[in-house]
């Protein structure tokens, strides 16, 4: 498998500045909840940080060009699979089944809703965050409209977590990641 530094050079190859943040984003959730669930930190991340490989030169074929590039490069089904599992009932039909798959779904809409209530922030932080805020943008549909609060409640439901939890949990990990995503305290 190639080592995560290849897949940044590859995520940059193909994305600029914004869906590299939002990529960056998703994989330090992705490594949070792994190591919540003692699964694999690094394939964890791997698939949050690539997720969106092929969204910014690719739009049309969303995932199936990312399979096509990843195979290329050597990643595993497992990975492959995973990241074209975001994309369920969007651009692909392959549902999400693992704990991995699931993960995956559930935090990458709303990895960029948050980050959305942070930058509104007049700290421009995610590390004064609260739980509140984030409910009451996520109510108001025209907040960060690209965020489907559809797909945010259903993955929350597949991992079987409120969605209260579920906010909670990607609060605390953004927060573990701020500087990288520009979401620390400002001074």
């Known amino acids: 498998m190639p080592k995560r530094e290849e897949a940044f050079a590859l995520l940059t190859e193909y994305n600029g500045n914004a869906l590299v943040t939002h990529g960056l984003a998703v994989e330090g959730t992705m490594r949070y909840f792994a190591r919540k669930q003692n699964q694999d930190e690094e394939i964890w991340g791997m698939v949050g940080l690539l997720h969106d490989l092929d969204y910014e030169k690719y739009p049309q074929e969303h995932c199936v060009k990312t399979a096509e590039i990843m195979r290329k490069h050597g990643y595993s089904e497992e990975i492959i699979r995973a990241i074209m599992s975001h994309g369920y009932g969007i651009c692909t039909d392959i549902e999400p089944i693992s704990t991995m798959e699931k993960t995956l779904y559930a935090i990458d809409e709303l990895t960029g809703l948050i980050t959305a209530c942070a930058l509104v922030r007049p700290s421009g932080s995610v590390m004064d965050l609260e739980l509140s ?13 690209g965020a489907s609060r559809e797909v945010i409640q ?11 939890e579920l906010i909670i949990d990607v609060i605390a990990a953004m927060r573990e990641i701020a500087p990288s995503l520009g979401l620390e305290m400002k001074e």
């Open 133 to 145: 805020s984030v409910k009451k943008k996520y109510k108001t549909r025209t907040f960060a409209a």
């Open 154 to 164: 259903q993955g929350a439901d597949m991992l079987g977590v409120t969605l209260d």
